[in-house]
């Protein structure tokens, strides 16, 4: 363990040098060693085999609450005259813990299993293919906002109910939002976000309140029932699973099919590859999920005194699980810095793991297999308009803003 506080790692995390390729800084954070001290009594954790087993021990929680300090934040949240969202840093599936996180995983989780996505893969199919036949006739297409973005907003729409006319909007207040997931030791920087999950909660606060009296077959229509039946949902319940639905239903996807596509077109010999065998879909998807991860690290906290890397970790020490770096373990992944779509043993860590393991797995592969296997096989000749890509502003949430192609 390196046991000097690594302010580093930090400035390191939020340098726009780093946006275009942070896998360098990674590299050396897994040289630097497996457990590395950060400011405030944080600590990075960053080889495979630690990250596996802490994003799956219960000893370790993604709450809040259990953070050293949590009070003071808490008190600094009200202060700041965000009340109304102190709940959501323990409330919200994301960040619960069992038995509530047990009860609001179950309520949604029907609809995302993989038996159930696999038969919604024609339409996926269906929204992929208009949407290539409109940009083929312009000879271009925005990555990003033609495909990327359009493609899983529309299916996430689709099972919660949430109307077409109203993507933009909730867009532009998810882009705000995500920012509340970058770690920062400035909590002010965070009050844009803030201010961002306020509209999505007030937006969500109305559409529940416009379809109560029309209900459907769809996801919204589910959980409203639930929550009439008092004891299975409550109505901050409700709200916030429809904001992290909508939220985590399309913001990672935009950036995996996107960065997906932009590591394809990094690496000529893998693209060919895959327009020469269309049945890599499967593995190819799986590693541009290693190589280039849409969510780049996720925290802990331990709520006991836990041993780890042969520290003692005293109970509400956050930790910072590095994904990324992770996903570039050399003990654990051949030749990691090589993107290679055949890799059959790819023990990623993308989607996290344990009870907060990714609901929307099944959906994020079946819809990046569908935009990019359709992609490249309608445009075999695709390319960079320009080589100088811009980086979206956030740390934790990476992904390209604009991904210009032609053919």
């Known amino acids: 363990m390196t046991d000097t506080q690594d302010l580093s790692i930090l400035e390191a995390m939020r340098d726009p040098a780093n946006k275009a390729d942070p896998y360098p800084f990674y590299k050396s954070l897994l040289e630097k060693g497996a457990l590395l001290r950060l400011p405030f009594g944080a600590y990075a954790l960053t080889r495979h085999a630690d990250c596996f087993n802490v994003l799956r021990d219960a000893r370790f929680s993604s709450s809040d609450e259990h953070k050293d300090g949590y009070e003071n934040i808490g008190e600094m949240i009200k202060q700041l005259g965000y009340e109304d969202l102190l709940g959501l840093m323990t409330r919200i599936m994301l960040f619960a813990d069992p038995p509530d996180h047990t009860r609001l995983r179950r309520l949604v989780s ?31 297409i925005e990555v990003v906002d033609d495909l990327a973005f359009k493609l899983p907003v529309t299916v996430i729409s689709e099972m919660l109910g949430v109307p077409m006319d109203d993507h933009e909007h909730l867009r532009s207040l998810t882009a705000v939002a995500v920012a509340a997931l970058d770690p920062s030791d400035n909590f002010e920087m965070l009050l844009p976000a803030a201010e961002g999950l306020r509209a999505m909660r007030t ?39 429809m904001l992290l639905l909508f939220a985590a239903g399309h913001e990672t996807t935009v950036n995996l099919i996107s960065g997906g596509m932009l590591n394809l077109l990094t690496h000529p010999a893998e693209l060919e590859r895959l327009v020469a065998d269309p049945s890599l879909i499967t593995t190819t998807v799986e590693e541009l999920l290693r190589f280039g991860p849409p969510v780049q690290f996720t925290a802990r906290t331990t709520t006991t005194e836990v041993e780890l890397c042969g520290q003692t970790m005293p109970k509400g020490t956050e930790l910072v699980v590095m994904l990324a ?35 929307g797995a099944p959906l994020a592969r079946v819809e990046a297999q569908e935009a990019i296997g359709r992609l490249v096989r309608r445009f075999p000749g695709l390319r960079l308009v320009d080589s100088q890509v811009e980086w979206k502003p956030t740390t934790t949430i990476r992904g390209p803003a604009r991904l210009p192609l032609t053919w």
Do not use: Q, W
Request: glycine fraction near 8%; aromatic fraction near 4%.
């Open 110 to 140: 029907k609809a995302f299993t993989p038996k159930a996505i696999e038969a919604m893969r024609p339409r996926i199919a269906s929204i992929v293919d208009d949407i290539l036949d409109d940009v083929d006739v312009r000879g271009e």
């Open 325 to 359: 770096a992770a996903n570039r373990d050399p003990s654990v992944f051949p030749d990691p810095d090589a993107l290679d779509i055949g890799r059959e043993d790819n023990r990623h860590l993308s989607f996290g793991g344990g009870i907060h393991l990714c609901l």
């Open 203 to 241: 937006y969500f606060d109305e559409l529940v309140e416009k379809r109560r009296g029309d209900l459907g077959d769809d996801l919204l229509s589910a959980m409203i029932a639930a929550e009439d039946e008092g004891d299975r949902l409550s109505h901050d319940e409700l709200l916030d699973t």
